[in-house]
């Protein structure tokens, strides 16, 4: 009806329709005409059928669903995931699921259901996402710890930011600088854990007063407390996320000290909870939704057998602030 109407062929209607550029200007016109004066809508079902394709990615996050809602980085990654997929026909579903039991979601990637996924939060642990590209075209956020040498992944320089925060410190003249690390089984907490031993080794500072955490506000107290209960002497803190800060900055009011005055205090993410804390939070910007849209390029570029590049690597920033 609509090539009809345009008095063209289907065959160019269909490549109007999919934004094909080499069709002529004046036929595109008479085509877009015809279709807004028919109200057509591409059958998606077809188009599937036709194309193999699903026009459908997942991003999937292997956490609870509770971590997940709670903390903002995955609202900025999925912020940045929509921004570029909304440039394309792709649509977009989130998965939370953990290593406990799998195979439900394993089977419903693998069953035809989308096109490619997206896996944020990943801990070395989880064999099952670690293996998916085999079948599936599939990016991560942050370099996987195992299988690392197949995996196409998206990250920010971790190390170099971790470096740049202790630096900060060293630069104000703290000399006691202790880190919350976060969890060795992913890839941040390994890197921002070796950026801040590598500066103070470099300014020969010890790098003996490291607690670890979860990445929650709550893991950053407990570590915070464990610090100061050691008895060590200590006048600043790099936390490996502003939520573990947050954390630390509610233990060292709680024991009468000052920031920054008595505790130095540097984060990493620069989210919201880093203007949020009194005194405002130094810290490392992440460029997360820059992190989330470049993920989804590159997985639409996999999807579509276009050439792409297996490691991209976003640049960090200090951001300072009151507290450091």
Known sequence: MVAALAGVSRATVSRVVNGAPSVDPHLASSVEKAVQTLNYV????????????????????????????????????????????????????????????????????????????????????????????ASLPTVFAGRPLVNAANS????????????????????????????????????????????????????????SLAETGDFTVV????????????????????????QMAAGAYSVIKERGLRIPEDIAVVGFDDDL??????????????????LGEKMAELLVELIEGRAAERIHRLPTSLVVRDSA
């Not at 980085?73 to 440039?87: D, I």
């Not at 992944?153 to 003249?173: K, M, P, Q, W, Y």
């Not at 893991?219 to 502003?242: C, E, I, K, T, Y």
């Open 273 to 290: 909870y880093a203007t949020s804390l009194s005194p405002a939070l130094t810290t490392i910007h992440h460029p997360i939704a820059a």
């Open 42 to 133: 591409p059958n998606r079902a077809a188009r599937t059928l036709a194309s193999r394709r699903t026009y459908t990615v997942t991003l999937l996050v292997p956490e609870s669903t509770s971590k997940v809602f709670a903390d903002p980085f995955f609202a900025t990654v999925v912020e940045g995931v929509a921004r570029y997929l909304n440039t394309t026909d792709y649509m977009l579903n989130m998965v939370t699921s953990s290593e406990a039991n799998p195979e439900k979601t394993r089977r419903y990637l693998l069953g035809g259901n989308v096109d490619g996924v997206l896996v944020v939060s990943h801990h070395s642990g989880d064999h099952s996402w670690t293996q998916l590209n």
């Open 152 to 207: 196409y992944f998206v990250e920010v320089d971790n190390e170099e930011g971790a470096s740049a925060a202790t630096s900060r410190l060293i630069e104000g003249g703290r000399r006691h600088i202790a880190t919350i690390a976060g969890p060795q089984d992913m890839p941040p907490g390994v890197d921002r854990l070796q950026g801040w031993r590598s500066a103070l080794l470099d300014a020969g500072l010890s790098d």
């Open 219 to 242: 893991s950053g107290a407990v570590a915070m407390r464990r610090l100061l209960d050691r008895g060590q002497p200590l006048d600043a803190v790099f936390a490996a996320n502003d």
